[in-house]
C-alpha cells in the first residue's frame, strides 16, 4: 500500500473517530426529552444481574471438563444503557502425554449506549481478555460506533451500525503493539414467549492498512425461564481470528449449558 493510501486511510479514520466524538456530545431533542422524564439515581443503583455457571464433561475417545463462569448486570436510565459482562472459562483433558489444558481464558466488557433520537444512538464499549491457549497475553479494545436500532418492538429489538476500534494487542506469534479497526456489529433480542427468550450479536473488525488483519465474533443464546430466579440457558459462540500463532486454530467454537441465577 502506497505512503498517500495508507494516509488518506488515516484521515478518514481520524474523520469517523471525531464525527462519532461529536454524536456523543450532541444528543437530539427527543434524547434531551427522555432524559427528564426518569431520575437515573446513583450509578451502582438499579442494575439487573444474573450469574451463569456451566460445566462439560466428556468421555470416551477423549477426557475433557469445561467450566464456565458468567456473570452480566444490566441497567436502564433515562437515554443511558449499561451492560457489564465478565466471563472465566477453564478446561482440562487427557492426551497420551497426560492432562493437558484445553481452556483457560478470562475477559470483561463494559458497554454504554446513549440514546440520540427514535432510532439512532451511540456506543462506547471498553474490553480487556487473556486467552492462554490462544496465546493472548493481553488485549484492551476500545471501541466507538453509532448504532441504528432498525427494530423495536414490544417482543424484539434489532441494531445495526459501524464503529471505530483501537487495540492493543500482546500475543504470543503476532506482532505486539496498536491496531486501529474498522467495526461493524449487530445484535438481535426477541423475547420469543413469556419464558423464553433468543438473544444474539456479532461483531467484525479489520485492519484497513493491513486486509489480512480481521476478527469474526458471533455469540447467540436461548434463556429459558424456570422460577423468577432460575433460569437455563444454552449458548452458542464463536471466535475467528485470520493472524495467529503458527500452531493456534483460527477458528474456535464453544456451545455451554448453563444454570442462571438472576438478582
Known amino acids: 500500500m502506497s505512503y ?4 488518506f486511510l488515516r484521515q478518514c479514520f481520524a474523520a469517523a473517530a471525531a464525527a462519532i466524538l461529536i454524536c456523543f456530545s450532541l444528543p437530539s431533542l427527543q434524547a434531551q426529552e427522555e432524559d427528564t422524564d426518569e431520575d437515573p439515581g446513583h450509578f451502582f443503583q438499579n442494575w439487573d444481574g444474573r450469574i451463569e455457571l456451566g460445566y462439560t464433561y466428556q468421555s470416551g475417545r477423549t477426557d475433557r471438563n469445561e467450566l464456565t463462569l458468567r456473570a452480566q448486570a444490566d441497567r ?5 444503557k449499561f451492560r457489564a459482562i465478565a466471563e472465566y472459562v477453564y478446561g482440562e483433558q487427557k492426551t497420551d502425554a497426560g492432562t493437558v489444558k484445553s481452556s483457560d481464558r478470562y475477559g470483561a466488557s463494559f458497554r454504554w449506549r446513549r440514546t440520540l433520537s427514535q432510532y439512532f444512538y451511540t456506543q462506547s464499549l471498553t474490553s480487556y481478555e487473556v486467552d492462554q491457549i490462544r496465546r493472548i497475553k493481553q488485549r484492551a479494545e476500545q471501541n466507538l460506533s453509532l448504532g441504528y436500532q432498525f427494530l423495536d418492538r414490544e417482543n424484539i429489538d434489532a441494531s445495526v451500525g459501524p464503529g471505530f476500534t483501537a487495540q492493543y494487542n500482546r500475543q504470543i506469534g503476532v506482532e505486539t503493539g ?3 479497526l474498522a467495526t461493524f456489529f449487530q445484535d438481535v433480542n426477541w423475547q420469543i414467549t413469556e419464558a423464553y427468550r433468543f438473544e444474539e450479536d456479532s461483531t467484525f473488525l479489520i485492519e484497513p492498512e493491513d486486509t489480512d488483519n480481521y476478527i469474526y465474533r458471533f455469540n447467540a443464546g436461548l434463556v429459558g425461564t424456570m422460577t423468577q430466579s432460575i433460569n437455563l440457558s444454552l ?3 464463536l ?3 485470520n493472524q495467529v500463532a503458527p500452531d493456534v486454530e483460527r477458528a474456535e467454537h464453544r456451545v455451554v449449558a448453563a444454570l442462571g441465577y438472576t438478582f
Open 239 to 241: 471466535i475467528y481470528e
Open 4 to 7: 498517500q493510501n495508507s494516509r
Open 76 to 80: 436502564e436510565a433515562g437515554i443511558h
Open 235 to 237: 449458548r452458542y459462540s
Open 178 to 180: 496498536m491496531n486501529y
